[in-house]
Nanobody, 128 residues
Framework: VQLVESGGGLVQAGGSLRLSCAASGLHFDDYAIGWFRQAPGKEREGVSCISSDDGSTYYADSVKGRFAISSDSAKTTVTLQMNNLKPEDTAVYYC??????????????????????WGQGTQVTVSS
């Protein structure tokens, strides 16, 4: 399984970025794909997740109404559209995948360890 993130960068507060996670080496519809982030000195946290099977989603409270996750099974890509970005959104964003179990519920429960496959991460920096 290989996950490759793209789309990070530097943006001013209030701006937007779109992150993409290209997945390969897996049967896409059997996996949940999640986005996590880790800021300096902080623990990694779940941001959003989507089940490729039934399309169910999860959003952390801190990003609800600002971020939107979507999945394209034909392209085996998951996209995270981030709008109205805030300086506190600054972090390295990681894409991760989990097979079989309910990845959406796992993220909601803060069970980061349930995700065995991870990308290399992409930096998002929001300036004030």
């Amino acid at each position: 399984v290989q996950l490759v993130e793209s789309g990070g960068g530097l943006v001013q507060a209030g701006g937007s970025l779109r992150l993409s996670c290209a997945a390969s080496g897996l049967h896409f519809d059997d996996y949940a794909i999640g986005w996590f982030r880790q800021a300096p000195g902080k623990e990694r946290e779940g941001v959003s997740c989507i089940s490729s099977d039934d399309g169910s989603t999860y959003y952390a409270d801190s990003v609800k109404g600002r971020f939107a996750i979507s999945s394209d099974s034909a392209k085996t890509t998951v996209t995270l559209q981030m709008n109205n970005l805030k300086p506190e959104d600054t972090a390295v964003y990681y894409c991760a995948a989990v097979y079989g179990i309910d990845g959406v519920m796992a993220m909601a429960a803060g069970r980061t360890e349930y995700y065995p496959y991870w990308g290399q991460g992409t930096q998002v920096t929001v300036s004030s």
